[in-house]
């Protein structure tokens, strides 16, 4: 079992920058590709970036490329979104999620999650 915690979110104007964090701990870290999720008021749940265990090979959804950047640091079992130009568009509440194989964005492939943090942007 993966345990994830996920912290950094919070408010921020338009434009402005935030980095979450999701710790993991239980099981090997690098043996479990990442994924952020996030979820709006009234909205289904949506994939926003992806990243492979080794950290060599990332993915996005169209709306964050250019803005937002996955990485991870195996040896602090750590991933990380970094995110820029924020727009109230992204305002959600913010899931990491862990799975064996490869990072991929369907939500239901994840088999491990955290409890979210909720990044609000305001206009």
């Known amino acids: 079992q993966v345990q994830l915690v996920e912290s950094g979110g919070g408010l921020v104007q338009a434009g402005g920058s935030l980095r979450l964090s999701c710790a993991a701990s239980?099981?090997?870290?690098?043996?479990?590709?990442m994924g952020w999720f996030r979820q709006a008021p009234g909205k289904e749940r949506e994939f926003v970036a992806a990243?492979?265990?080794?950290?060599?090979?990332?993915y996005y959804t169209d709306s964050v490329k250019g803005r937002f950047t996955i990485s991870r640091d195996n040896a602090k079992n750590t991933v990380y979104l970094q995110m820029n130009s924020l727009k109230p568009e992204d305002t959600a509440v913010y899931y990491c999620?862990?799975?064996?194989?490869?990072?991929?964005?369907?939500?239901?492939?994840?088999?491990?999650w955290g409890q979210g943090t909720q990044v609000t942007v305001s206009s």
């Open positions: 239980g099981r090997t870290f690098s043996n479990y590709a």
């Open positions: 990243i492979n265990w080794s950290g060599s090979s990332t």
């Open positions: 999620a862990a799975r064996r194989g490869a990072a991929i964005s369907a939500a239901t492939e994840y088999a491990h």
